[in-house]
């Protein structure tokens, strides 16, 4: 087996991870065993059986799902065919190839059809609680993908395997558009609408789309993003960048969301055109183009919490899929049910969870674009009040902010339409499970922590809200059916063998697999398979405790090596956050000449809580307690807040920048690498200020 340089940082960490973690187990409440009635499985054992014979044969399961959850005008030749090791030639893998679908058919069509398309998909949230809600059927959704389809094929001449760019907030239009798109066999690149031009000018010219979508602007808590400006000066850049790309965008569809000022911004023909005006001018009748299995349905950028944002292509069935099912098994979705992700259409987890795989389950949908904590920290559970909200999905970045507001801004709501919480994103710390599943859930709703990646399409660990399974605060539970991981470690003599702690790997494709990177295959080979010929490297490290369960300790590329001990970001964060004073926690290595290195700690404390020496000693203390006297911090930094991505995630590669250098950081800021993706580089240069003060 090949090494590679970050694998030789793995890892060895310390077995008292698992235990200082599993303080307790939460069996799955008795109350939601009683009303949610779970999916077709009893139990957890038989969860386990299904589990086993998916894995002997996955392509016998994952076809036995797809007949059930898509959707084929044509079945496929074979279900799956694949090369998972670089040194047998290129990487690929293909599922259900010659099999004829579309995912637009399949996510509306279909209930349409089937006399269901009064039924729900988006009840829209205004930025305003009192400003009033627009309801989206899933008939109103096909009339408007329809017409937007038919402009997109007659006046844009776009065709099956070209580009089209959206750059929208988190409302209807977004999924509408998606759906437009692979409706006539595009293919889409949702670009986060809190990217700059820049960002957004880059995706462009990186998927060569002709067409933008996007609208005036939108609110988002009190203040106004006028984000056809940015739009415009997107398109700018890439018209002066035109003669090194050779083509140019040839439309621009624009939504009046706000229904702003037109002095606001302007209009530029013929290359503009209102949406309005596109889809009324435009047939409510476009058909399907039924697309290979394999055909490209989209284009999105991981989150760039590593590095340079990686261009994920996913493949059209085997992604809708994945999504599909893992959506009905983890939120454990009933029809009728109500499901709320604060999250946005825009990442993958919106792409799989808020629109292909959950309208291919017929569900009903909370969109909302504002800030959950606007006007109020309550409002994300005024929400769930208001449209009696089964299921919840929150980053624990969320989680971290509504816990740092205190309880009252939850007891005030009732809740009680609640039936399951979900969390996804970045490990959760055990304290912030808790009041999660304790304030927010009044222990009756279980909590499922699912680990995925924008790779990855879909839900691969989770913890099945199903009888007998027992839940650990932290641990992202078992293997979904099909998914066969594999943990790595290197051994004391240097060979790498087969661990329960160590590199977490995936064995074998499942049907959601990134299929390539876009425009750069050899770069998706060097990601995913040189590290370990023969698997899928995820990038992230892993103990598998003695249940068979599973623990994110956090990236490899962040590990940190005390006195030839390895220390995983995690759990010296979960033992900082279990601090009743701490809001939240990121740890990085910074060097130390006897050590090699040592843990330095970023803080942010709870509101109203002051710093003070004595504090300072009493985190020192949990560390001490909770992992052992070599993970201590040598050094632990206040801070008011944290670089994060725009996807909510802690930005630990910069942190440690700040950590290392941060009195020598150049004033341009060249050392700190892409911080396009960060949602307020503003923090940065705060961390820096109080960095150098403690020189
Ligand atoms: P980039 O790949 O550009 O550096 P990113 O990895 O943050 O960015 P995403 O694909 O959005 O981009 O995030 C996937 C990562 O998020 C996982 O590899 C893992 O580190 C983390 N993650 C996701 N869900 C969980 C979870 N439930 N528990 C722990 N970590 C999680
Ligand atoms: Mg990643």
């Keep these: 087996m090949l090494r590679h340089d970050s694998f030789l940082k793995a890892v060895l960490f310390s077995r008292r991870f698992c235990s200082s973690s599993i303080e307790k187990g939460y069996p799955i409440p008795e109350s939601f065993l009683v009303n949610a009635a779970p999916h077709h499985i009893q139990n957890f054992e038989k969860y386990k059986e299904i589990y086993h014979s998916s894995i002997k044969e996955p392509d016998v399961f994952w076809s036995s799902q797809a007949k059930k959850l898509l959707?084929?005008?044509?079945?496929?030749?074979?279900?799956?065919?694949?090369?998972?090791?670089?040194?047998?030639?290129?990487?690929?893998?293909?599922?259900?190839?010659?099999?004829?679908?579309?995912?637009?058919?399949n996510a509306l069509d279909r209930w349409v059809e089937s006399g269901q398309g009064d039924r729900i998909a988006y009840y829209e949230e205004p930025n305003l609680p009192s400003d009033s809600s627009r309801v989206f059927t899933y008939s109103s959704l096909l009339e408007q993908v329809q017409r937007l389809s038919s402009f997109l094929k007659q006046t844009c001449h776009i065709r099956k395997g070209d580009t089209v760019a959206i750059y929208l907030p988190n409302i209807p239009e977004l999924p509408i558009s998606m759906l437009a798109s692979c409706r006539i066999?595009?293919?889409?690149?949702?670009?986060?609408?809190?990217?700059?031009?820049?960002?957004?000018?880059?995706?462009?010219?990186?998927?060569?789309?002709?067409v933008l979508?996007?609208?005036?602007?939108?609110?988002?808590?009190?203040?106004?993003?006028?984000?056809?400006?940015?739009?415009?000066?997107?398109?700018?850049?890439?018209?002066?960048?035109?003669?090194?790309?050779?083509?140019?965008?040839?439309?621009?569809?624009?939504?009046?969301?706000?229904?702003?000022?037109?002095?606001?911004?302007?209009?530029?023909?013929?290359?503009?055109?209102?949406?309005?005006?596109?889809?009324?001018?435009?047939?409510?009748?476009?058909?399907?183009?039924w697309v290979d299995a394999e055909h490209p349905i989209l284009v999105l950028y991981t989150s760039g919490s590593t590095g340079k944002p990686k261009g994920v292509v996913q493949a059209t069935a085997g992604y809708q899929l994945h999504a599909a099912s893992t959506f009905l098994y983890s939120m454990n979705y009933h029809l009728g049910d109500v499901f709320f992700a604060s999250a946005d259409c825009g990442w993958m987890l919106g792409h799989s969870f808020m629109v292909y795989g959950s309208l291919a389950n017929g569900a009903?949908?909370?969109?909302?674009a504002g800030l959950p904590t606007y006007p109020d920290p309550g409002r994300t559970w005024a929400i769930v009040d208001k449209y009696q909200v089964d299921q919840f999905l929150g980053a624990p970045t969320l989680i971290r902010s509504l816990l740092r507001e205190g309880n009252a801004h939850v007891k005030k709501y009732s809740r009680q339409s609640l039936k399951l919480l979900c969390t996804a994103g970045e490990p959760i710390n055990p304290h912030v499970w808790k009041w999660y599943y304790e304030t927010v859930g009044d222990s009756r709703c279980p909590v499922v922590d699912t680990w995925w990646q924008t790779e990855?399409?879909?839900?691969?660990?989770?913890?099945?809200?199903?009888?007998?399974?027992?839940?650990?605060?932290?641990?992202?539970?078992?293997?979904?059916?099909?998914?066969?991981?594999?943990?790595?470690?290197?051994?004391?003599?240097?060979?790498?063998?087969e661990s329960n702690h160590g590199t977490l790997c995936i064995a074998r494709p499942w049907p959601g697999i990134v299929r390539t990177l876009l425009n750069n295959h050899q770069r998706?080979?060097?990601?995913?398979?040189?590290?370990?010929?023969?698997?899928?490297?995820?990038?992230?490290?892993?103990?598998?405790?003695?249940?068979?369960?599973?623990?994110?300790?956090?990236?490899?590329?962040?590990?940190?090596?005390?006195?030839?001990?390895?220390?995983?970001?995690?759990?010296?964060?979960?033992?900082?956050?279990s601090h009743p004073h701490v809001a939240?926690?990121?740890?990085?290595?910074?060097?130390?000449?006897?050590?090699?290195?040592?843990?330095?700690?970023?803080?942010?404390?709870?509101?109203?809580?002051?710093?003070?020496?004595?504090?300072?000693?009493?985190?020192?203390?949990?560390?001490?307690?909770?992992?052992?006297?070599?993970?201590?911090?040598?050094?632990?930094?206040?801070?008011?807040?944290?670089?994060?991505?725009?996807?909510?995630?802690?930005?630990?590669?910069?942190?440690?920048?700040?950590?290392?250098?941060?009195?020598?950081?150049?004033?341009?800021?060249?050392?700190?690498?892409?911080?396009?993706?960060?949602?307020?580089?503003?923090?940065?240069?705060?961390?820096?200020?109080i960095r150098v003060s403690l020189m």
């Excluded at 700040?658 to 004033?667: C, M, V």
């Design 456 to 497: 990855t399409s879909g839900v691969m660990l989770l913890p099945p809200p199903i009888e007998g399974f027992i839940q650990k605060p932290g641990s992202a539970g078992v293997p979904f059916f099909g998914i066969l991981p594999k943990i790595f470690a290197q051994t004391e003599n240097g060979n790498i063998e």
């Design 524 to 577: 998706f080979e060097e990601t995913y398979f040189h590290p370990f010929p023969g698997y899928y490297y995820t990038g992230d490290g892993c103990i598998r405790d003695e249940d068979g369960c599973y623990w994110l300790s956090g990236r490899i590329d962040d590990v940190i090596g005390v006195s030839g001990r390895r220390i995983g970001t995690t759990e010296v964060e979960s033992a900082l956050v």
């Design 185 to 210: 066999g595009a293919i889409h690149s949702v670009v986060f609408a809190g990217f700059s031009a820049q960002a957004l000018a880059e995706r462009i010219m990186d998927c060569k789309a002709s």
């Design 213 to 289: 979508i996007t609208c005036d602007g939108f609110q988002r808590g009190s203040k106004t993003v006028h984000l056809k400006r940015v739009a415009d000066e997107a398109l700018e850049i890439v018209k002066n960048a035109a003669n090194h790309h050779h083509f140019h965008v040839k439309h621009q569809i624009v939504l009046q969301h706000l229904k702003s000022d037109k002095s606001e911004y302007s209009m530029h023909h013929p290359r503009d055109i209102y949406w309005h005006e596109a889809l009324s001018s435009s047939s409510p009748h476009c058909p399907v183009e």
């Design 71 to 105: 959707y084929w005008k044509k079945p496929w030749n074979r279900a799956l065919d694949f090369n998972f090791d670089v040194n047998k030639g290129k990487i690929y893998a293909e599922w259900f190839k010659g099999g004829l679908t579309n995912a637009c058919y």
């Design 364 to 368: 009903t949908h909370v969109i909302y």
């Design 584 to 689: 939240e926690a990121a740890v990085v290595p910074i060097p130390h000449e006897i050590k090699g290195q040592a843990v330095y700690a970023f803080v942010t404390l709870r509101a109203n809580v002051e710093s003070s020496e004595n504090l300072h000693l009493e985190l020192r203390q949990v560390v001490r307690e909770k992992i052992g006297a070599h993970a201590i911090p040598e050094m632990i930094q206040w801070s008011p807040a944290l670089p994060k991505t725009r996807s909510g995630k802690i930005v630990r590669r910069i942190l440690r920048i700040i950590a290392e250098k941060g009195h020598t950081l150049s004033p341009s800021r060249g050392e700190l690498g892409d911080i396009s993706t960060l949602a307020d580089p503003q923090v940065i240069e705060e961390l820096i200020q």
